[in-house]
Nanobody, 116 residues
Framework: QVQLVESGGGLVQAGGSLRLSCTAS????????MAWYRQAPGKQRELVAF???????NYAESVKGRFTISRDNASNRVYLQMNSLKPEDTAVYYC??????????WGQGTQVTVSS
């Protein structure tokens, strides 16, 4: 059974930090590059960062140098450390396999709100 559970979001002031966590079922996690996505109100979902099973990482230009993605293969978890947060980072954040499509299963996401 596919499962994705995101947590760690909240309200933070600009310049602050948050650490998001995602627990994924083994069927998704073990063989896949994992990713964090976000969707702001009125905008399409966008890729934030991804990490391969060998821990190679890649980031969207807008978060490069501020966000760090990591994974714990033993516990099927993916993390997103977000530093120097900006109001434009406000969105619902989701984790999933890399290149997940709209028709794939998605978790409920976790809301991140950055106040100015």
């Amino acid at each position: 059974q596919v499962q994705l559970v995101e947590s760690g979001g909240g309200l933070v002031q600009a310049g602050g930090s948050l650490r998001l966590s995602c627990t994924a079922s083994g069927s998704i996690f073990s063989i896949n590059t994992m990713a964090w996505y976000r969707q702001a109100p009125g905008k399409q979902r966008e890729l934030v960062a991804f990490i391969t099973t060998f821990r190679t990482t890649n980031y969207a230009e807008s978060v490069k140098g501020r966000f760090t993605i990591s994974r714990d293969n033993a516990s099927n978890r993916v993390y997103l450390q977000m530093n120097s947060l900006k109001p434009e980072d406000t969105a619902v954040y989701y984790c999933n396999k890399w290149k997940a499509q709209t028709y794939d299963y998605w978790g409920q996401g976790t809301q991140v709100t950055v106040s100015s």
